[in-house]
């Protein structure tokens, strides 16, 4: 490879990772990172392969690039997922981080279940699923603050 096509290789790779969705997976750290930041944390507890309102809010909110763009500077997003097919089982040790996750904000074990907290773990307003826009469901994460 020349040099040029590796430097557009890295520019395009950095590119991608610019708009990708950073999303947490370590409550200590997204708090960390809410702190440092003073954002928002937005945490959302789904079922990837079995949560049919959880795959459209996925889809509809979370991937647009309306939402990425905007969520990069102003939340911590912070996934607690429980899928049920074997193939997709997560690791035991964020298994048991998203069961603690759950037992303190999710008692009711709804899915999707969208819980803004602020930067100490304190609930600052919860949501789930809503057939709307990508903008709309900004502003309504935004009345929470």
């Known amino acids: 490879m020349t040099k040029k096509t590796i430097l557009s290789f890295l520019f395009v790779c950095s ?3 610019v708009n990708a969705q950073e999303w947490q ?7 960390t990172i809410a702190a440092k ?8 507890f789904q079922g990837t392969d079995w949560c049919a309102p959880c795959i459209k809010l996925d889809k509809e909110i979370w991937s647009t690039e309306e ?10 997003m912070l996934k607690a997922d429980f899928p049920r097919k074997s193939k997709n089982a997560l690791a035991p040790i964020q298994q048991e981080q998203n069961n603690k ?10 899915f999707p279940h969208v819980v803004v907290l602020d930067k100490t773990g304190k609930i600052m307003g919860e949501t789930g699923y809503k057939k ?14």
Do not use: C, R, W
């Open 15 to 17: 590119m991608l990772f």
């Open 25 to 31: 997976t370590d409550f200590e750290q997204a708090k």
């Open 37 to 44: 930041e003073n954002m928002p944390i937005v945490l959302v």
């Open 67 to 76: 939402f990425k763009s905007y969520a990069n500077k102003h939340f911590v």
């Open 101 to 110: 996750l759950a037992s303190l904000y999710n008692k009711n074990g709804f």
């Open 132 to 145: 709307t826009t990508p903008a709309e469901y900004i502003k309504l994460l935004n009345t929470f603050k």
